[in-house]
């Protein structure tokens, strides 16, 4: 992406390293003056490109190198990991916090045995796992989780009956859970911060360059800030 001169695409042959190709080229571009790179904003998937990328910076600086923030927008608590690219600004209302993964499955697996009460502890706490990640896919997709309701309509065998059943405790009761909490889903949290960063610069674009590097999930939320950034 650009630094206030529009959108800039370039794309790494398949032979070379990744990072090691982005590390150079953000180097050559903006490494003259060490405080516009160590001012700019990097884009990358997951926590895993970010490191990747990181030590890449480090071995094409041969010294000392101030390096652009990196923000892995893939990252379930994307607030703790982005820092101040994520500061709200003092007329935004604050986003609810994230319930704790820990806390979500605990609760998950009670209200499967609740639902189920022949399931064992064990067997309830793996099945809240499991739902716990379809709900994560539906709220990084933006798919409103009731509209697991519309399989119903044909149908179904009895193993995926059963499924359905199960994921209407979600539907159900998982909502009064975080009501009562006052918290919201970790998938969904972030899907507000990244709208609020979106919203943040259309009105105020950064006066720094933003690169998007290698970043190809479908999660719209994330889609909307590459385009706000690309324009």
């Not at 001012?39 to 926590?47: C, F, K, M, S």
């Not at 539906?138 to 309509?153: F, G, K, S, T, W």
């Amino acid at each position: 992406m650009g630094e206030g001169r529009g959108l800039h695409l370039y794309s790494i042959p398949a032979h070379r390293a990744f990072a090691d190709a982005l590390a150079q080229g953000l180097i050559r571009r903006f490494g003259g003056d060490p405080l516009r790179l160590a001012r700019g904003i990097v884009l990358v998937p997951t926590n895993r490109a970010k490191k990747a990328i990181t030590d890449a910076f480090v071995r094409a600086s041969g010294g000392g190198l101030l390096l652009p923030r990196l923000v892995a927008v893939g990252d379930p608590e994307l607030d703790e990991a982005a820092g101040p690219f994520l500061d709200p600004a003092d007329d935004e209302d604050p986003i609810p916090p994230a319930v704790d993964p820990l806390q979500r499955r605990l609760i998950l697996a009670r209200l499967v045995q609740a639902g189920q009460p022949g399931i064992d502890a064990a067997e309830a706490v793996r099945l809240a796992g499991d739902l716990g990640r379809t709900l994560d896919q539906l709220l990084i997709e933006e798919i409103d989780p009731r509209r697991m309701r519309d399989v119903a309509a044909g149908e179904l065998s009895e193993h995926w009956q059963r499924s359905l059943d199960l994921f209407e405790i979600v539907l159900s009761k998982w909502p009064q859970e975080l009501e009562r909490l006052g918290r919201i889903d970790l998938a969904e949290r972030r899907n507000r911060l990244l709208d609020r960063v979106s919203a943040r610069w259309r009105r105020d674009p950064p006066d720094r360059f933003i690169c998007a590097a290698g970043i190809t999930t479908s999660a719209p939320a994330i889609a909307r800030l590459l385009r706000v950034g690309a324009g």
